[in-house]
């Protein structure tokens, strides 16, 4: 592993969450997937997410809306958690989505609405709290 490896793991934990990372390095530690995981975390997390230039939440951001864009459902959801955790409001991540229904299609937003609100209801469930208030 390198200094790189070890940097993007630690970035990787922290937006993503462990039980995450654990499930992904773990089920990916094969010959085919390895080098994928290796690639991911020396690169996008060792390397992009630490560059100065953009936060964490300014990057949360982007990639939903890249996601969105992208029909990503999948990514959607990880990086929904990701971006509660990198400290953006559920009202934030619904700005993201309105804006990004506008630029790249209603059914794409209104997928991406589907999985940020069954992030969250799962979210609560872990943390045994309910949310239900309606936002502003």
């Known amino acids: 592993m390198t ?12 937006v993503l969450g462990d039980e995450y990372v654990d499930n992904s390095i773990n089920n990916n530690r094969d010959e085919f997937a390895w080098p ?37 459902p999948h990514e959607i959801k990880v990086h929904v958690r ?7 409001s559920k009202e934030e991540i619904r700005e993201i989505f309105l804006q990004t229904a506008i630029y790249c299609g209603v059914p794409a937003a209104i997928d991406s609405f589907r999985i ?21």
């Open 3 to 14: 200094d790189k490896f070890d940097i993007g793991l630690q970035t990787r934990r922290d």
């Open 36 to 72: 994928m995981q290796e690639l991911v975390t020396e690169y996008c997390w060792g390397d992009v997410w630490n560059r100065d230039g953009l936060s964490r939440q300014q990057r949360s951001m982007i990639n939903l809306a890249m996601l969105t864009a992208l029909n990503r």
């Open 82 to 88: 990701g971006a509660i955790n990198n400290g953006l």
């Open 116 to 136: 940020a609100k069954s992030v969250f209801a799962e979210m609560e469930a872990e943390n045994g709290t309910s949310d239900s208030k309606p936002v502003a």
